[in-house]
């Protein structure tokens, strides 16, 4: 026996010396690291850049293509060919993101179609872009009905991404549903097939290589650091390198991502290599084998990591954390220090800045939340996994008795379960069950077929069964001893999980997001000692948390937390004090509290040890709750909901939140009805985003004034919304009958909207883009509507709104803003909106000789508007180049001195009735190329064609590359 052994560990030592040398590269060879890209200063900026690099000239191409007056008015595709990764995505991307040419449209919309064409998906897509909810109930006829009122019915802009069917009937029965679509719509296909592009577009656009400095440019931007340009030998090495790119995009940022931050002998490594053959020709195959190339410079690890992502169907969009967490489940993270969820976040950056993943999404904290992989490294991924990860999608389930029986990882999307459940039956070394996508049928876990599936998947270690409606989980799922990812998000039906679940000893993330009609968590989850991750937001029926999770002392991501008060048994459930222990928490956490909760000593700090907390958001509670409730000094959100005390708790300072939460970014008070008064904010050196909504006996924001230059010092965006006692922003602050600034100066406030509140002393910036003020808290207007974009709580603002309703009884715009000083502030200003004032008459031009930066004005639905002032200093508005007069219907005569507005070049005249002329002046508008005039009954009779006097006068106005006379 004892000779047995020693040969036992012995082989053992072979094998763990093999895989030292397998994954633990030495240091001397190049290309491997672990961690991210050493020295990289710019990588934040250089992921969030917005600039398209030589793709300027291409936008314009298609822009013009698409809005071009000799392509049909009804309708128009433009298709965007060309080999794989030479950016067609990336520039779609750049004109559907550009604010002046999307405003053009009621509608824009993007669907990703890829490989796999689906008439009904890309229909279900199509409206979950406009509403999302749940369509997988509907048939074709319901979704086409769908599709024809909510989108067909408007003027829309549309992104087809990613084509590949060539089916002729197929695309035709696309494209005569879509070709229904308002007047003026249009369509952008990006695809690498010249036969899509004749079959479904209109026009085609050809995008071509980046010009050799475009080339340059890109590169140099990705491979070189400060220091490395000045190394003039690296910069010919790196010249060199580049001629072997092949103009490609993809190529050069992944090369240049590669030898950032590299020492001269990998540059000149990369320079001898042989890529000469790797990349001539423009095929998929040799740019393959580029990526290829990159893939192999990777450490064990990291290749592990990337290879898996294979399970991911194409276009995808990847959660970050559910990347980590199933990296995890697998032990493909082998951490050097900390925690291997922070070494998880250190591979998926290195994979992100060497150009293996692309398009992230970032949170209002500014943390990457998701990402997707260019369909050219999704296709290296799943040459690298070859038969370990197997893909069943309605393409080749016609073959699921040919699937490989030792296949570890499992993906499934798009297909009917029961046509396949029981020859999954023999694949018992699966650790991965991956469903992908909506399903059709039903997966029912308590059938015979899925009970047998499971249970044979013993080695499981990672389930996801998202968007499965599945009602209830088998007892036998106790039998997965080895699962460690479970994910049953957004499964809308699923009301409890069994007792059974608290068996899986070794389980580390449970994902229960969106699950909206769960409404208890098993009485025994305590048990999972090993749990790291427990999502349950959007669970909204969960009534308390179980007892006991305060043994979850390795929780690394708890979402929300649920604790009430139970009157009929005079009982607490979901102990607050269980919290304390949760010290390693990460990320964001809510805390509901239902019914009259009071279980709270005196002294408590419940959640002020979880320092690495970033965002805290406390629904209903007493003043004592939340004392019991202060977050740790380095928060950066914190949100109040209901609270129902009169003053704000007593944490450091009940009078100055400085003291308190000094790192704090974003504040949002919301609907704390007996909240009289609020701390002293003015002192936040780091809050950018405030919000106050609903706080109906708050009557002034500070209590006094203090050092101006310590006052709100990097605030960006304000938002209040029905503060009905709210008069003035100090204190001691008179109340006057008109608007004027707030003394202080805001020096990076950006965005102020102001709903349901007559606050007459109101802030001030330079830097001011938006301005709402709406006395109206009842007909709020969709943000979308406003002329900025919105994603998620972070404002992207390109305009500026001003905006004042019902009660606000305004004759001319003077009434309201009042001299120079309140102008002056609004130097930088791009662009002006006046809307929706019913009472104003006229618009005088005081102050207007300061907004030298002004290129869009628009004046819209004033009904009792009828000049604009002589005083108008148009000639002070040099950069002017778009104005818009809609629904106006006093006009009668376009402003004087229009002619000094040397450098307008659009002008829009829409539903003015009683405007009957275009002034001689207008000859003057040498730049103006676009002209649109429609619904204008009194010009419905002058300017036609065949009124030739006056038609020759509109032919004479600058070099028209669009004119619209859309008059009945």
């Keep these: 026996m004892s000779s047995e052994v020693r040969k036992l560990v012995k082989t053992l030592n072979e094998i763990a010396s093999d895989r030292r040398d397998f994954a633990s590269p030495s240091q001397g060879s190049l290309g491997n690291k672990t961690t991210m890209p050493k020295g990289r200063e710019d990588s934040r900026s250089i992921l969030l850049e917005t600039k398209v690099i030589g793709r300027d000239k291409d936008k314009k191409a298609v822009s013009d293509l698409l809005l071009v007056s000799s392509v049909s008015e009804d309708f128009c595709f433009v298709s965007i060919v060309g080999i794989g990764g030479l950016g067609k995505t990336t520039l779609a991307q750049y004109i559907y993101n550009d604010t002046e040419f999307s405003s053009k449209f009621s509608l824009t919309l993007w669907v990703c179609v890829s490989d796999y064409f689906d008439f009904e998906m890309i229909l279900r897509k199509l409206l979950q872009s406009v509403k999302p909810e749940n369509y997988d109930h509907l048939k074709m006829r319901q979704l086409c009905c769908l599709v024809q009122e909510h989108i067909l019915v408007k003027k829309f802009l549309l992104v087809l991404d990613d084509v590949w069917n060539e089916n002729c009937k197929e695309l035709l029965e696309l494209k005569n549903l879509l070709m229904k679509g308002g007047k003026g719509s249009r369509i952008i296909v990006t695809t690498r097939s010249m036969i899509v592009a004749r079959n479904i577009g209109d026009v085609t656009y050809e995008l071509e290589s980046l010009s050799d400095s475009c080339s340059w440019e890109l590169f140099d931007k990705w491979a070189f650091t400060t220091e490395d340009r000045k190394n003039r030998q690296l910069v010919e090495i790196g010249r060199e390198i580049l001629t072997k790119c092949a103009k490609v995009p993809l190529v050069i940022t992944t090369i240049g991502s590669l030898l950032y931050g590299e020492g001269e002998e990998k540059w000149n490594f990369f320079r001898d290599t042989d890529l000469e053959k790797i990349t001539q020709g423009d095929n998929k195959e040799s740019i393959l084998k580029v990526l290829k190339y990159s893939y192999d410079k990777l450490t064990a690890p990291l290749k592990r990591c990337f290879s898996y992502c294979a399970i991911f169907p194409k276009d995808y969009r990847i959660d970050k954390n559910t990347l980590i967490s199933m990296w995890m489940a697998h032990g493909f993270i082998e951490p050097e220090a900390g925690c291997v969820e922070d070494a998880g976040k250190e591979y998926f950056m290195t994979l992100l800045l060497r150009c293996f993943f692309y398009d992230i999404e970032i949170d209002k904290l500014g943390e990457i939340t998701s990402c997707k992989i260019h369909d050219l490294m999704h296709d290296v991924a799943q040459g690298v996994a070859e038969e370990d990860i197997v893909v069943v999608n309605s393409n080749n389930v016609a073959h699921v008795d040919q699937l490989k029986i030792n296949a570890r990882h499992l993906s499934l999307g798009n297909i009917d379960v029961q046509s396949f459940t029981a020859s999954l039956g023999q694949m018992r070394h699966l650790h991965t069950i991956f469903l992908s996508g909506k399903m059709k049928g039903t997966f029912n876990l308590s059938l015979d077929t899925e009970t047998v599936l499971l249970s044979k998947a013993r080695y499981l270690r990672a389930l996801s069964l998202c968007h499965m409606s599945i009602t209830a989980l088998p007892d036998t799922i106790d039998k997965l001893y080895h699962l460690r990812h479970l994910d049953l998000s957004n499964d809308e039906l699923l009301v409890c999980l069994p007792e059974a679940i608290c068996s899986l000893l070794n389980l580390q993330t449970l994902q229960l997001k969106n699950c909206t009609m769960l409404t208890e968590l098993p009485k025994n989850l305590s048990k999972l000692v090993h749990l790291r991750e427990l999502d349950i937001l959007g669970c909204n029926k969960l009534t308390h948390m179980p007892t006991g999770l305060n043994n979850l002392t390795c929780l690394y991501r708890l979402s929300m937390f649920v604790a009430k008060f139970n009157p009929s048994e005079s009982t607490f459930e979901g102990k607050l004090q269980d919290l304390e222990a949760l010290t390693n928490v990460r990320g964001s956490l809510r805390i509901h509290v239902h019914g009259n909760y009071c279980d709270v000593a005196p002294g408590s700090k419940y959640v002020k040890g979880m320092k690495y907390l970033k965002e805290l958001s406390v629904f209903r509670g007493t003043k004592l709750l939340l004392e019991g409730l202060q977050p740790h000094p380095d928060i950066k959100s914190f949100l109040l909901f209901s609270y129902q005390g009169r003053t704000f708790p007593n944490w450091e300072s009940s009078s100055d939140l400085e003291k308190s939460l000094p790192n704090l970014t974003m504040l949002s008070l919301r609907s704390c009805y007996y909240l009289q008064h ?291």
């Design 678 to 968: 609020i701390p002293w904010l003015g002192r936040l050196r780091y809050l950018k985003v405030l919000k106050l909504e609903h706080l109906h006996r708050l009557k002034y924001i500070e209590e006094g004034t203090d050092d101006q230059s310590e006052f709100f010092p990097v605030l960006e965006a304000l938002h209040l919304n029905t503060l009905k006692d709210l008069k003035t922003w100090h204190r001691e602050d008179s109340t006057p009958q008109m608007l004027h600034p707030v003394s202080h100066r805001f020096n990076h406030l950006s965005s102020m909207c102001i709903f349901g509140s007559l606050i007459t002393s109101i802030p001030l910036s330079a830097k001011l883009k938006i301005l709402i003020l709406s006395s109206d808290f009842r007909q709020q207007e969709d943000p979308a509507s406003y002329p900025f974009s919105m994603q998620g709580d972070q404002w992207k603002p390109d305009s500026l709104l001003i905006r004042l309703d019902t009660t606000w009884r305004l004759t001319s715009l003077s009434m309201v803003i009042v001299g120079d000083s309140w102008w002056s502030r609004l130097s930088f200003l791009d662009r002006l909106e006046i809307r929706g004032w019913i009472h104003l008459e006229s618009l005088t031009g005081v102050g207007f000789q300061h907004l030298t930066s002004l290129r869009d004005l628009r004046l819209r639905d004033l009904p009792q508007f009828k000049h604009v002032e002589d005083d108008m200093p148009w000639e002070s508005l040099t950069n002017l180049c778009s104005l818009h007069l809609h629904n106006l219907p006093e006009l009668e005569n376009l402003p004087q001195g229009i002619q000094h507005l040397t450098s307008l070049q659009s002008l829009h005249i829409i539903e003015c009735h009683k405007l009957t002329v275009l002034p001689q002046a207008i000859l003057d508008l040498t730049s103006l190329t676009t002209l649109t005039i429609k619904n204008c009954q009194g010009l419905k009779e002058r300017y036609q064609p065949s009124n030739k006097e006056d038609w020759s006068k509109i032919q004479r106005i600058g070099h028209f590359s669009k004119i619209d006379i859309g008059l009945s």
